[in-house]
Nanobody
Framework: QLHVVESGGGLVQAGGTLRLSCTAS????????MGWFRQAPGKERESVAA????????YYADSVKGLFAISADNAKNTVYLQMNSLKPEDTAVYFC????????????????????WGQGTQVTVSA
């Protein structure tokens, strides 16, 4: 069992930055692919970014390419989502998720590929 906890959300003005953190405990962190997802009010959950267990491969949704960056610190069992140039439409609850990956270069870009989920952290971007 993997326990996933997000932190770092908050209120920021448009154009600002936030860095979300996700700590996973319970297993060898580098054996898991990690993903960030978000869900805005009244909308379906969508993928934001993902990273393979090796840290070599990453994925970004088109809406955040060049603006957000995902990274991992395996020594700290933590994955980060650096969010730059935030827009009001980035307002959502952000979730971190993990899936056991036997291929260290695998990442999942869809929520159904993930088994372990955090409770989410609210990000609000004001205009």
């Amino acid at each position: 069992q993997l326990h996933v906890v997000e932190s770092g959300g908050g209120l920021v003005q448009a154009g600002g930055t936030l860095r979300l953190s996700c700590t996973a405990s319970g297993r060898t962190f580098s054996s898991y692919a990690m993903g960030w997802f978000r869900q805005a009010p009244g909308k379906e959950r969508e993928s934001v970014a993902a990273i393979s267990g090796s840290g070599v491969n990453t994925y970004y949704a088109d809406s955040v390419k060049g603006l957000f960056a995902i990274s991992a610190d395996n020594a700290k069992n933590t994955v980060y989502l650096q969010m730059n140039s935030l827009k009001p439409e980035d307002t959502a609850v952000y979730f971190c998720a993990a899936v056991r990956a036997y291929n260290s270069n695998y990442y999942g870009a869809r929520d159904y590929e993930y088994d372990y989920w955090g409770q989410g952290t609210q990000v609000t971007v004001s205009a």
